[in-house]
Structure formats: structure tokens, C-alpha cells
């Protein structure tokens, strides 16, 4: 069965640095999300992303956030310059219509 | 602005009780509702969604909904809970284009042998 994968499992990063959360999509899915669940928190969206461009994002995507589609199976986060209150689980999710298939999540610590 | 309401952070059944996890949801238009399942270090996995039809919606794991647009819920429900089933359960509300879907804070769910 198809599913989202996302690399690595945990991030750990000094504050200030950036990173790169990668995802591979299901190969067929048009649309693709980024979520953030802050440890005890509920699951937010960040951003979704449709035909090479964001198609909607959330007060939280501010500017230290881009995402891109670099090739056709990729679909990275990006977080300029981290700070404490990044850390917290990032998901990727995939869709061809309407329901969206979640990966296993990036668990990012930011020290 | 679309929103979800879990008004119960934790509860505690025991195995084989009957559960209902509450929801509801604050949409302007026709919602799309959805409950996903997360067990501990995992993703989320979709119990089941409702869009459209019959108001009473099954789903997998032996789970099913019911959509109550007059009081703005879809409680999930499940007539026999197994221990397995202890996990945190999320309700979402989303557009027809599944743009910005948002959360409710979930429900921790704790089965008792």
C-alpha cells in the first residue's frame, strides 16, 4: 500500500541554524501539507501546496518557512533559522481529492 | 473560520465498555469531517470521514460517526473498546478543497483491562 514517507525520524539542531524536513508523497497525490504539533498540543496546519505554489498557509508559516517541490517526488520544509519554540513534531500529507494521507512525522529538536 | 472543539482532554474507559468521543465544529459552509487516530510516536491514521450522504458514517477498527448539523457535532463512537484502541483521537473540519484543515486538541483515550 502507498504511503508518505518523511526523513529523518529526529532532527536535532542548535538554534539559529536551519533545516531541511524532506517528505515523499504518494507518487499520484496532487496536493501536499505540512502540519506542526507542538509536544501535548493539537496538530496545526502550516502551509498546503498544489500545482508548484502554496495554495494556502497559516499565520504560523511566517517567513523563516518555504517549502518546495524540487523534483517530482520531494517535498521539503525548510526552517531558515530555528528557534526553541520550533521544536515539535512536523507532518507531511498527501492528497488526490479529498482525504490526505499523513507520514510518521519529523520529531525536531531545536537546542 | 472554520474550528474544533474536543471538550474532553482524557478519558478513561475500560475494555469492552461502549465509548463516544465528542466533537464539534464551527464551519460556514457544508463541513468536511474527518477522525484521525494517533498512537503514541506514530502519524495520524483516518478512522473515517463524512462529506456528504447518510449522516452516519463507519469507518475502520469497528468505528463510526454521526453527523448532527443541528448541534454542530460528529461524535465518534464504538459499541466495544479494546485495549489496543488507547490512543489519542483527533476530529477535523476541513473545506471541499482540503485546504487548511484544523484540529480539535484532541481526546486521549485510556482502555482499562
Known amino acids: 500500500e502507498p504511503e508518505v514517507t518523511q526523513t529523518p525520524s529526529h532532527q536535532v539542531t542548535q538554534m539559529g541554524q536551519e533545516v531541511i524536513l524532506r517528505c515523499v508523497p504518494i507518487s499520484n497525490h496532487l496536493y501536499f501539507y505540512w502540519y506542526r504539533q507542538i509536544l501535548g498540543q493539537k496538530v496545526e496546519f502550516l502551509v498546503s501546496?498544489?500545482?508548484?505554489?502554496?495554495?494556502?498557509k497559516s499565520e504560523i508559516f511566517d517567513d523563516q518557512f518555504s517549502v518546495e517541490r524540487p523534483d517530482g517526488s520531494n517535498f521539503t520544509l525548510k526552517i531558515r533559522s530555528t528557534k526553541l519554540e520550533d521544536s515539535a513534531m512536523y507532518f507531511c500529507?498527501?492528497?488526490?481529492?479529498?482525504?490526505?494521507?499523513f507520514g510518521p512525522g519529523t520529531r525536531l529538536t531545536v537546542l | 473560520a472554520q474550528s474544533v472543539t474536543q471538550p474532553d482532554i482524557h478519558i478513561t474507559v475500560s475494555e469492552g465498555a461502549s465509548l463516544e468521543l465528542r466533537c464539534n465544529y464551527s464551519y460556514g459552509a457544508t463541513p468536511y469531517l474527518f477522525w484521525y487516530v494517533q498512537s503514541p510516536g506514530q502519524g495520524l491514521q483516518l478512522l473515517l470521514k463524512y462529506f456528504s450522504g447518510d449522516t452516519l458514517v463507519q469507518g475502520i477498527k469497528g468505528f463510526e460517526a454521526e453527523f448532527k448539523r443541528s448541534q454542530s457535532s460528529f461524535n465518534l463512537r464504538k459499541p466495544s473498546v479494546h485495549w489496543s484502541d488507547a490512543a489519542e483521537y483527533f476530529c477535523a473540519v476541513g473545506a471541499w478543497d482540503n485546504n487548511d484543515m484544523r484540529f480539535g486538541a484532541g481526546t486521549r483515550l485510556t482502555v482499562k483491562p
Open positions: 500529507a498527501s492528497s488526490a481529492l479529498d482525504e490526505q494521507f
Open positions: 501546496f498544489y500545482n508548484n505554489e502554496i495554495s494556502e
